[in-house]
Each structure stands twice: as C-alpha cells, then as structure tokens.
C-alpha cells in the first residue's frame, strides 16, 4: 500500500530558530502533497498544498514566509518552519495523494515545540 | 463556505455497544467522502465513499454516503475499548483540496 514517511516525528527547538520537517512517499509518486497543522482536540487545518516543480498554495492566513515549503521531487515535501516562536508548536502532518487509488496516506506526523 | 459538520462531538458508550457516528456537508465540486480514525498520532484511513447507497464494510466498521442529503454515516458495531479515538470526516473536492470535520471523540468503557 502506499507509505509516507514523515521525519522527524519531534522536535523541541529554541524560539528564533528554523525547523525542517520532511515528508517522503516511499512506495508511490506525490505529484501534490498537503500539510497540515493540528492543535490540541482539535480537527487538522489545511496549511498548503504542495505541488512537485512549483510554488506551494497556502490557504488564508498562513504566512508564507514562516512556512516555506519545498517540493523538489515527486516524492519528497518539506516545510521549514522559520524563525519559529512558541506559538508554533503545533503537530505537523504530511498527507500525499497516491494516483493509483485516489486515497490520500498521512505522514506519522511530527510535534514541533518551541520552547 | 464550504463545511463538514461531525455529530456529536463526544461520545461514551460501553463496550459491546453500537455507536453511529454522523458527516453532513456542504461542499462544492465533491469528489469523495473519506473517514479516518485518530489515535495518539496521524490519523489511519478507514473508508474511501464515492457513491451514493453503497456500503462500505470492514469488520465492525461500515459506512455508507446519500450524496442526496449530503452526509454519510460510520457504525461501529459490538465496540471494544481499542475503538477509543477521534473519528475524523472528510470531503474531498474535484480540486483535491480536503476539508476535514471537527472529530468526534468517542471513548469506549470497559
């Protein structure tokens, strides 16, 4: 079945500093791949959307400029959270769209803490 | 606005229960309704629904979409404790972009 891997699963970092998280397709092409971000009980918000060899789609109010995102190949995305604050902890999902069944697989999820 | 409503929010039943977990929505150029169970992590995908009628069916688990009245149903049948996690709804548009439901948490006791 389709797998996506998503590394690292947490990070603690200092608040000023920038954090890269990778998400990996690992059996399948991702022409597009989504991120989201997750507060606690609450649902999963769509920040982007990551298209392979072009400019990502971020939805209303998320910065793109706190939230680069880059996807090269067609089986890797990643976000870099810059100069990140406490306020950026958060849980980060990948999700990434498998062309053969039109299911969409999520990453394991990564928990950024910005201390 | 598109939107994806999930009832209830919460839900303990005890075990052995059956539980229906409920999906309305409104959302333009619907493609697919997709279901998810969440644990402590990502979430793991239950149910793919396309079709309007059509049952889906794993173990306990069913679902089934009426893309008439838009909203789809999950059932959880003789329930065990492992069933405890948020349940998520989502709806997936023509344009691939997917619009999840607030969960509903549901808690099985023993």
């Known amino acids: 079945g389709a797998v996506v891997s998503q590394h690292p699963s947490w990070v603690i970092c200092k608040s000023g500093t920038s954090v890269k998280i990778e998400c990996r397709s690992l059996d399948f092409q991702a022409t597009t791949m989504f991120w989201y971000r997750q507060f606690p009980k609450q649902s999963l918000m769509l920040m982007a959307t990551s298209n392979e060899g072009s400019k990502a789609t971020y939805e209303q109010g998320v910065e793109k400029d706190k939230f680069l995102i880059n996807h090269a190949s067609l089986t890797l995305s990643t976000l870099t959270v810059t100069s990140a604050h406490p306020e950026d902890s958060s849980f980060y999902i990948c999700s990434a769209r498998s062309d053969r069944n039109y299911g969409y697989t999520f990453g394991s999820g990564t928990r950024l803490t910005v201390v | 606005e598109d939107k994806v409503v999930q009832s209830p929010l919460s839900l303990v039943v005890h075990e052995g229960d059956t539980v229906t977990l409920n999906c309305s929505y409104e959302?333009?150029?619907?493609?697919?309704l997709l279901w998810y169970k969440q644990e402590k992590k990502a979430p793991t995908f239950l149910f793919m629904l396309t079709s309007s009628g059509i049952e889906k069916k794993s173990g306990r688990l069913s679902s089934i979409l009426d893309k008439k009245e838009l909203f789809s149903i999950l059932n959880i049948t003789a329930t065990q404790t492992g069933d405890s996690a948020v349940y998520l709804c989502?709806?997936?548009?023509?344009?691939?972009?997917?619009?999840f439901g607030k969960g509903t948490r549901l808690h099985i006791l023993p």
């Open positions: 959302v333009t150029n619907f493609r697919s």
């Open positions: 989502a709806v997936v548009r023509r344009d691939d972009k997917i619009i």
